[in-house]
């Protein structure tokens, strides 16, 4: 059974803070998506990538892949309440085969 | 309007009942997929349909069947619910023209099993 695991799991920080979501796997992905699901709602594509090494801004978000294309991180500068969710990160190894990590839950303090 | 739909969005039921989840899409997509989510585990594949002829099982399918009655609709049935099936169901849709790894979520459905 292929992994994801994404650390840490909860996250409570105060508004402004800066904060780095880790997934990691020791399978190789064809590409890698990062989620985002609020409470009562299904999971909302934030970003997809593709290219080891890749790096990619969603405003005060970056998204890296590892140059293996086996991990990933989501970077959230100077963040806001309104960033409170939970993030989830999958990879895909087929075009309709999507592994799913267990989630970060993140709370930020106003 | 939302794309893909879900319903019902919460229902509760008792041990040994038959329950049907039903989910609808507007996006034309032939791909249509059923997840449950439970805290901790992420989301994990029931099923998954390439065309209404084409139903696969995923990684948990035991207790679970599926029916793809037409290209927008998707129903997810639990046969004889037990209280382990309490969970998050999500449908979930993707186009393969062209192929993209991006999947497309419905709201959810929140299924107690007493």
């Known amino acids: 059974t292929q992994l994801l695991e994404q650390s840490p799991q909860f996250l409570s920080i105060q508004e402004g803070e800066n904060l780095t979501v880790y997934c990691n796997s020791s399978s190789v992905f064809s590409s890698l998506q990062w989620y985002r699901q609020e409470p009562g709602e299904g999971p909302v594509l934030l970003v997809t990538v593709v290219t080891g090494g890749e790096v990619k801004k969603l405003k005060r978000l970056t998204f890296q892949f590892g140059d293996a294309r086996k991990d990933s991180s989501l970077h959230i500068t100077a963040a806001q309440p309104g960033d409170t969710g939970l993030y989830l990160c999958?990879?895909?190894?087929?075009?309709?085969?999507?592994?799913f990590g267990s989630g970060t839950r993140l709370l930020v303090r106003p | 309007d939302a794309d893909v739909t879900q319903t019902p969005r919460n229902r509760i039921t008792k041990t040994g009942k038959r329950i049907m989840l039903e989910c609808s899409q507007t996006k034309g997509h032939d791909r249509m997929y059923w997840y449950r989510q439970d805290p901790g585990l992420g989301l994990q594949l029931i099923y998954y349909s390439f065309d209404v002829k084409d139903i696969n099982k995923g990684e948990i399918s035991d207790g679970y069947s599926v029916s793809r009655q037409a290209q927008a609709k998707f129903s997810l049935s639990l046969e004889s619910a037990i209280p382990n099936q309490t969970a998050l169901y999500f449908c979930?849709?993707?186009?393969?023209?062209?192929?993209?790894?991006?999947?497309?979520f419905g709201p959810g459905t929140r299924l107690t099993v007493l």
């Open positions: 979930a849709t993707s186009p393969s023209r062209p192929s993209t790894d991006t999947q497309y």
């Open positions: 999958a990879g895909a190894q087929s075009s309709y085969k999507l592994i």
